[in-house]
């Protein structure tokens, strides 16, 4: 009799990959779309800075915690300003493709949907940006904040009138913090090991960053984890099939019959 091995057990991850080709174009023009897209409403500076008002005072009347004292701790030294700044910098979008990278090697159906959370979470900010231009808090006088990556370096952004490789008035939402924290979901959901709750760290210290550096409000960031929010309520992972139970056939109780040598012997019957 040949021995029969079960099926392995079909889950999210067994998925076919997607064509790279594809995947990579794909990708590249969503990120073009999104460049161009923050490139229209560089023209608004003005609506900007009122906008920019508006926020600081809503968070005055809803009593959030002031931008400053975040930055107050990262000026302790500058060292750690420095840090903060290059991490704003370098980290952000090489962070977010190796995440992609490493789904894609390694879980296919949860690469699909880290996916398409990011491109619908990045597209509804884009809207965003259109909608409601916004200059960041260390454009603004009002906050008392300082352009810590202009004064300690290193600066991803130019003057804000002759910077044609950015939209510097996009402040809200904050794709900073929108992405970092879908990245540490997105490990969270496709790992197992029990130390993946550490991946938490990233949006963490990325919030502390982009407040402690003037480039974002709360605000920005409140509103960036209410459009990841809907997205992954919207947009969920492929649930795991269960594995069908298969029935056992009935059995009728057997009753054990006593053989002849199992059976109580008369001593001494017969004499």
């Known amino acids: 009799m040949n021995a029969r091995s079960e ?17 990579l174009l794909l990708v590249a023009g969503l990120f073009l779309v999104y460049k161009f897209g923050r490139r229209l409403a560089t023209g608004e500076t003005a609506e900007a800075f009122r906008n920019a008002h508006h926020v ?3 968070e005055r009347v809803l ?4 931008e400053g004292a975040v930055q107050s701790l990262l000026l302790h030294g500058d060292t750690l300003i420095h840090v903060a700044n290059t991490y704003y910098a370098a980290v952000h979008f ?3 493709v190796a995440f992609l990278v490493w789904l894609y090697l390694r879980r296919p159906a949860h690469y699909l949907w880290a996916r398409r959370v ?4 990045t597209g509804a900010a884009l809207v965003l940006h259109l909608l409601f231009p916004l200059a960041p808090p260390r454009m603004l006088t009002a906050t008392g904040l300082i352009d ?22 996009a402040a809200m939402p904050s794709l900073h913090f929108g992405w970092a924290l879908m990245l540490a979901i997105g490990l969270i959901v496709a ?3 029990r130390w993946r709750w550490l991946w938490l760290l990233h949006p963490l210290v990325t919030l502390l960053v982009i407040v402690g550096t003037a480039n974002h409000y709360w605000l920005d960031v409140i509103v960036a984890t209410a459009l990841l929010g809907l997205a992954l309520a919207v947009l969920r992972l492929p649930e795991r099939p269960r594995r069908p139970r298969c029935a056992l056939p009935h059995r ?12 109580p012997e008369l001593v001494g019957a017969g004499r």
Do not use: I
Request: net charge positive.
């Open 63 to 66: 009593r959030l915690p002031d």
């Open 56 to 58: 600081w005072d809503w």
């Open 118 to 121: 990011l491109a619908a979470v």
């Open 7 to 23: 099926p392995a057990e079909a889950g999210p991850d067994a998925l076919a990959r997607p064509p790279l080709v594809r995947e």
């Open 252 to 263: 009728r109780p057997e009753v054990r019959r006593r053989s002849s040598a199992e059976r």
């Open 191 to 193: 790992t197992r090991t």
């Open 94 to 96: 090489p962070a977010t």
């Open 148 to 169: 810590t990556a202009r004064l300690f370096g290193p600066s991803v952004y130019g003057p804000p009138r002759t910077d044609t490789l950015s939209n510097q008035f």
